[in-house]
Each structure stands twice: as structure tokens, then as C-alpha cells.
């Protein structure tokens, strides 16, 4: 008698058991998957990234020119460096040209790893040599820039390409010419690079 007993209360205890694991995993139940829709086209046209700025021109050339200058130097510091004024296809120094060569040439004196020759003095230069309007014949301006006391000779010259400019640039050993590295780049046709274009030679 007390053997049944006994086993009905283990039947009891375990279907109490059960009876609770089984609403235990109805109130975990996940609810059904939501299928994803993609969202519908809203026709929304985001913005084009902003035109290249003067500042984000010089950096990019500047990095470039500083790479061939030091790999070039032999370990030499202080040598003196002339950034001439960079040019058109026509050989005429606009704006751009003359502002182009006044910024990296900044940029190289901050480094504090090379002297820069003033633009002035380069003018000067090149006047001597009767290069005027900008329009630079290789040789002559390596005559000016000996003159003007430079170990390197930085010489550039851009060209129209539609809807961009393409800029480039040597790295000239004055001593004798020789060309130590060259790169170029190029830069859309924004505002305020065509300005700079379009204010007189």
C-alpha cells in the first residue's frame, strides 16, 4: 500500500514537472520571422564629395615632392631649393601657376630640411635670363636658378584636360641638370582652382 502511494507522488511530482517545462518553453517561444523588404527607391540624390581646394592640391603634391627630395638629398640637409612658378601649355604663369609654387615652396621651408630661395630673388633670376610672361625654357631657368644659388630645381607645368587639370612637376639637380624624380596629379576644375586661372597671366 505504501509502495503505490509512494509511486504516485513520483508519478504526481513528475508530471508537475513536465506540465511546468512545457509552459517554461511556451513563454520562450520566438516569435515567427519578419521577412525583409528592402526599402523602396526615394529617388534621394546625395551630394558629390566637395572640389579639390588650393590647400588639398598642396598637400598631395607637397608629400610627393618632399618623398623625391629627401630620398634624392643623400643625407644632405639645407640644400637650396627653387620652386618656379608652374605654367600653362602656352608657357604663361597664371595665378595658379605663381601661388602654386609660393604654397609648396612654404611647405618645404616648414619642414626646417631645406632652405627655399625667395620668389623674388628667383624673378630676378629668371629676368636676367629674359624669361618674361612666365614662359620657361629648361636651360634658362637652370642658368637663373644657378644664379640664384639653388641646389634643386623644382619646375612644373599644367595642362587642361576638360573636366580636370593635370599638373606636372620635376625635381631638377641644378648642378647639371640631371632630373631626380618627376610625379603628377591631377585636380578637378573647381571654382576655386578656375578662378585662380582666370586672373590674368
Known amino acids: 500500500m505504501n509502495k503505490q502511494k509512494h509511486m504516485n507522488g513520483r508519478h504526481s511530482a513528475g508530471g508537475i514537472l513536465l506540465a511546468g517545462t512545457l509552459v517554461l518553453m511556451a ?10 523588404v528592402p526599402p523602396k527607391e526615394t529617388g534621394v540624390v546625395f551630394p558629390a564629395p566637395p572640389a579639390d581646394t588650393l590647400r588639398d592640391l598642396v598637400d598631395r603634391m607637397g608629400k610627393h615632392l618632399e618623398d623625391i627630395l629627401d630620398r634624392t638629398s643623400g643625407g644632405e640637409l639645407g640644400l637650396y631649393v627653387a620652386v618656379v612658378k608652374y605654367t600653362d601649355s602656352g608657357g604663361v604663369a ?6 602654386l ?30 624669361i618674361n610672361q612666365g614662359i620657361v625654357d629648361t636651360r634658362s631657368v637652370l642658368r637663373a636658378t644657378r644664379k640664384a644659388g639653388a641646389d634643386r630645381l ?16 620635376r625635381v631638377i639637380r641644378v648642378s647639371d641638370g640631371f632630373v631626380l624624380g618627376q610625379f603628377s596629379e591631377t585636380v578637378e576644375r573647381g571654382p576655386a582652382i578656375m578662378n585662380l586661372i582666370h586672373v590674368g597671366p
Not at 597664371?94 to 601661388?99: C, E, V
Not at 621651408?109 to 635670363?129: F, K, M, N
Not at 599644367?158 to 612637376?169: F, H, I, M, N, W
Open 101 to 130: 609654387a609660393l604654397k609648396l615652396g612654404e611647405r618645404l621651408a616648414r619642414t626646417g630640411r631645406y632652405h627655399v630661395i625667395d620668389p623674388g630673388r628667383i624673378h630676378q633670376a629668371l629676368r636676367s635670363e629674359a
Open 154 to 169: 623644382v619646375l612644373g607645368n599644367y595642362t587642361d584636360l576638360g573636366p580636370q587639370l593635370e599638373l606636372s612637376t
Open 27 to 36: 513563454g520562450c517561444q520566438s516569435t515567427p520571422a519578419i521577412p525583409y
Open 94 to 99: 597664371h595665378s595658379l601657376g605663381r601661388i
